[in-house]
């Protein structure tokens, strides 16, 4: 299989402070995992792919200094939401692809609900 | 720019009732599409994958039918279990390595 976790699973913070989202591939090498949005009765929204070892690419309409992304190995990439304020909160969902198995399928995390008060 | 529609937003359906989840997409050169199922406050669970050389997938009493050149894709569901409830969604991918593009999903309810 492919397991990709997420952590923490909720987290509430206040406003103005700092949250980091960690994304991990359990049991594969992920070359690229991206970063989705979800707001509430609402679809995925790609904010960002991010490539192992290099910057990541956001989306047009995302803040790349409130949300910095860093890929720094293999196995990890974590979500930081800067000077976080109430329109932040969202259900965060990441997922990734294995780069070592030819198959291009994402596989997602269990998401991560933030709420900032 | 790629389009995903989910078409109804929200079903209703009584137990035992077999149903058709449908999904169109505006640029007919994908790679693949994928049905996914999500449970309420809670990540997405992979159901079945359609490469764009297949016609359709089938999972149990799941079948996910492709037409490309339309840009269509449906997932029946036979016999409906109240299990069943959650949002399904379909993406699309347009390239090999490329991210997928989401519909808004469908909220199924199955009532007992």
């Known amino acids: 299989g492919a397991v990709v976790s997420q952590h923490p699973s909720r987290v509430i913070c206040k406003s103005g402070t700092s949250v980091k989202i960690e994304c991990r591939s359990l049991?594969?090498?992920?070359?690229?995992m991206f970063w989705y949005r979800q707001f509430p009765k609402k679809s995925l929204m790609l904010m960002a792919t991010?490539?192992?070892?290099?910057?990541?690419?956001?989306e047009q309409g995302v803040e790349k200094d409130k949300f910095l992304i860093n890929h720094a190995s293999l196995t990890l990439s974590t979500l930081t939401v800067t000077s976080a304020h109430p329109e932040d909160s969202s259900f965060y969902i990441c997922?990734?692809?294995?780069?070592?198995?030819?198959?291009?399928?994402?596989?997602f995390g269990p998401g991560t609900r933030l709420t900032v008060t | 720019k790629q389009e995903v529609t989910q078409i109804p937003a929200a079903l209703s359906v009584p137990e035992g009732e077999n149903l058709v989840l449908n999904c169109s997409f505006t640029?007919?050169?994908?790679?693949?599409l994928q049905w996914f199922r999500q449970d309420p406050g809670k990540g997405l669970t992979s159901l079945l994958l359609i490469q764009s050389s297949q016609r359709e997938q089938t999972s149990g009493r799941l079948n996910a039918s492709l037409d490309k050149s339309s840009g269509r894709s449906t997932l029946y569901i036979a016999a409906s279990q109240p299990g069943d409830s959650a949002t399904y969604l379909c993406?699309?991918?347009?390239?090999?390595?490329?991210?997928?593009?989401f519909g808004e999903g469908t909220q199924l309810t199955v009532n007992p």
């Open positions: 993406a699309v991918k347009e390239t090999s390595g490329s991210r997928l593009t």
């Open positions: 991010s490539n192992e070892g290099s910057k990541a690419t956001y």
């Open positions: 997922s990734a692809i294995p780069g070592d198995r030819g198959v291009y399928e994402q596989y």
């Open positions: 049991d594969f090498q992920a070359t690229t």
């Open positions: 640029d007919s050169a994908i790679y693949n």
